[in-house]
């Protein structure tokens, strides 16, 4: 069995590529999938529609749009990896952690020990808090090959 991975979260460090890389050495049977990460293509993915001159519809336009993605994604996907980062807060994670916990997918949390008191709720519903890439690496290959 191949399992899906979702890789949701924070987009402005190499994490994602931490985890694949960890993957690939340890030969884990597992592919990945993630939303847009460029972030002004995301912030854009409604503009084909018509670019409203307010913001917030042109957030609300895009979001939907990018919805479509992301839904796909989860709904199809074993186990998802949703990472919040130090410089911005990721509403959007929180977001699909939530979504996640309410279709009964299976999540594992990866941010740094000072934003646990915040994520407390959504670190409750996960079945993994990692500190690290390589403890994601870690619980992937535990999860995926021992028997």
């Not at 592919?31 to 001159?53: R, Y």
């Not at 996640?100 to 000072?114: K, S």
């Not at 646990?116 to 996960?126: G, M, N, S, T």
């Amino acid at each position: 069995m191949t399992w899906t991975i979702y890789l949701s979260g924070e987009i402005h460090t190499d994490w994602r590529d931490q985890i694949k890389q960890g993957a690939e050495e340890n030969g884990l049977p597992v592919a990945f999938v993630s939303p847009v990460t460029d972030h002004p293509a995301s912030d854009a993915a409604g503009d084909m529609l018509g670019k409203p001159e307010n913001g917030f519809w042109r957030d609300h336009q895009s979001s939907k749009v990018n919805a479509i993605r992301t839904k796909s994604l989860i709904e199809n996907c074993d186990i998802a990896v949703i990472r919040f980062g130090d410089q911005y807060k990721q509403w959007n994670a929180a977001f699909d952690a939530g979504y996640c916990a309410a279709m009964g997918r299976p999540y594992i949390t990866l941010h740094n020990e000072d934003i646990v008191h915040p994520l407390k709720e959504v670190d409750a519903a996960a079945m993994a808090w990692a500190q690290t890439p390589e403890q994601v690496v870690e619980v992937l290959q535990y999860v995926t090959t021992k028997t």
